[in-house]
């Protein structure tokens, strides 16, 4: 029998200290186990915005007491870059005019004042609101066809982003379980698809995703989106 190659995290206040682990614990070639890893790389993080922060206070772009506003916008536009990276689901296709979160909070605060004031003052409902999920500030695209560039991002809070995202027009291909196709609808929202299709769970993860639903009955459904002139 093979005995399984196990090494040690060199990090001295790793959590498993000094225990040998086997080697999925690690990225290739990496000395430090991926807990490590990861609380390093969020440390890090973590310092590259507490710097920007306090220079952008130092400018007086900021107030001090907005940095919780700062910090949220920070998140999302961190994941915004993050999901548009991965290619898939709802961003699959969808580019983004930056590659670091810090230059597009930044960006957004310098150059959109308008939105900048419109993330602040529902930051201040949200945290208000005990955070409150729907409360919360994110990041829209204007032209929902369209990319993350400055010209086409706007406020909404995760509520209202939430009903644009139902009024989305779809297309639906419904296949049998032979993968034949057997109609194509044509639904004006996603709430209307789901009505009419009666579907009892959510669908928003496979829209333009190209994966494919498996309905309870045995059909097989494809959502794509469309625009909202199509006929």
């Not at 040690?8 to 040998?20: Q, T």
């Not at 529902?122 to 369209?146: C, H, P, V, W």
């Amino acid at each position: 029998m093979t005995k399984k190659i196990k090494k040690v995290c060199i990090n001295k206040d790793c959590r498993y200290k000094g225990k040998s682990l086997e080697l999925n614990k690690f990225n290739k070639g990496s000395r430090v186990c991926k807990k490590c890893h990861s609380k390093r790389v969020l440390n890090d993080r973590d310092n590259r915005i507490n710097k920007k922060l306090a220079e952008l206070i130092d400018k007086e772009v900021i107030k001090a007491d907005e940095l919780e506003s700062a910090n949220l916008l920070f998140k999302s536009c961190y994941r915004a870059i993050e999901d548009c990276t991965k290619n898939k689901g709802l961003y699959r296709n969808v580019s983004i005019a930056w590659n670091d979160p810090l230059l597009m909070m930044e960006d957004l605060i310098m150059k959109k004042k308008r939105f900048w004031e419109a993330w602040k003052e529902q930051s201040e409902i949200y945290f208000k609101s005990n955070k409150m999920l729907s409360a919360r500030a994110t990041l829209d695209r204007i032209q929902e066809d369209g990319n993350y560039t400055l010209d086409n991002i706007q406020m909404l809070s995760h509520g209202e982003n939430s009903k644009k995202a139902h009024v989305k027009p779809l297309n639906v291909i419904v296949m049998d379980i032979n993968g034949n196709k057997t109609d194509d609808i044509k639904c004006k929202s996603v709430k209307e698809a789901v009505d009419a299709l009666k579907i009892k769970h959510p669908i928003h993860a496979f829209i333009d995703s190209g994966k494919t639903y498996s309905h309870e009955d045995g059909r097989i459904l494809l959502f794509k989106s469309r625009k909202k002139s199509s006929k």
